[in-house]
């Protein structure tokens, strides 16, 4: 009897809670303190994801393999300080509605799409190091949704001057698709249509979802549009 009720216990503690999210259940394993260069997450984050990867480089070595190993270590680190925000929020009864949540879960799936759409389409097809940023820029999306709960600032207005800039961006993406055969075209931009043309997100989330566009389409021999956001 003691025995079933040993049991009892132990399946009740491994059950997930009603609140956890699909990201929390589907955590990735912690990276190492070595894949860190004895640094914490917060003090890789600390630095822009170019300087992490400059210096992760100069200790481990030059390479393509080396550059999306340390891209990936860094979009850990991302994803774990967003697990914490969601948790938190969760904890406090602040965080998206389940309405919300779906919504969300809908953009991350368009943007799966989009991504895979685009990476076929684009004039100059990105290589192995583009395609592993694109993985760092759709962790900066749900860091976005969630930060906007924490700072309960939910879709706030662009200033002025990012205003700007915004209208350049769908200008930059205009002109990118424009010289792409028209179907390719056509596919791209009904697949980017899907994430901003549907769903509840923030002007500033629609901003940096033209800037990702950009990214994958622009060809490499070009100046980059914008910076990487992180």
Known sequence: MKLFAASLVLL??????PGQTQHQLKRRPAVSNADQLGLTCSEILGMSSTDWVT????QKGPGTQKTIHAVDVYGKCYEERTNRIASLLARKRAGPSKGALTDFAGFER????????AIADAETPPDATKISYTHLYQKQFRYEFYSEYQQKDLHPPLTPDEGLEFTKAKNR???L???LPDAKAHQVHAAFGEIVGIHQISMAMKFAVYRYAIFILESPSEKPFAPPPF
Request: glycine share 12%; net charge neutral; no cysteine.
């Open 12 to 17: 009740a503690m491994v059950q997930p809670l």
């Open 177 to 179: 698709i424009g010289v």
């Open 55 to 58: 210096k992760f480089q100069g």
């Open 173 to 175: 993406f205009g002109e």
């Open 110 to 117: 368009a943007v799966d799409v989009f991504t895979r759409t």
